[in-house]
């Protein structure tokens, strides 16, 4: 790993090193294979967060380092649900989050980003807290909405997008950056795809008998 650190390229005028192009590359590449539902969404995934988690320590980025273990965990449990929730045409059947699901997913984000923040800072292991734990809360989120075949996960990323290009940028890692401003226009087309197939699980039953 130490070779990929420490090596790497020019790109746009920014030096970055192969952890983080190839890291982020694959990163992007979930994108895409989460928006087709295959099974090959995790293992990538996998590889993507052992690079990243590498870039973020080097960086002095303690949330961004600490939700690629989370992401790992997480990567687990959604390539095993996946499994188990096939449907005859797609790798998994994608549904609306029900009125109580958003709230919590709302209730955790919060409580995760203050909870976060506050933890980084007492063990001074982010120079950003807030954004930093902000990203680490919605990352989580968002692959566990991801595993569960939630639609709301798309927005949630959205969220992360909005938090990390600024970050990334200012923590000199700027081809991050640029894959995080693809990853927003990915996010976007995911979200309508798995929008148009979705089972809306928010209407009452009779409603729809």
Known sequence: MGFLLDHGLTVFG????????????????VVFLAKVRTLWTWPVQVAATVLLFSVYISAHLGGLAARQ???LLISVYGWWAWTRRKDAVYGVVVRYGSWTERLVIVGVLA???VGGA????ALNAS???WPDAGIFAGTAVAFWLQGRGLVEFWLVWLLVDAVGVPLQI???LWFSA???TVFAGLVVWGFIDWRRSAIDTRTPALSRS
């Open 14 to 29: 920014q030096w970055a090193s192969f952890a983080e192009l190839i890291g982020q590359v694959f990163a992007l590449t």
């Open 69 to 71: 273990i989370i992401i």
């Open 111 to 113: 409580a995760g980003t």
């Open 118 to 121: 506050l933890l980084l800072q």
């Open 127 to 129: 120079w950003a807290p």
């Open 170 to 172: 200012d923590s000199g």
């Open 178 to 180: 640029a894959i995080y």
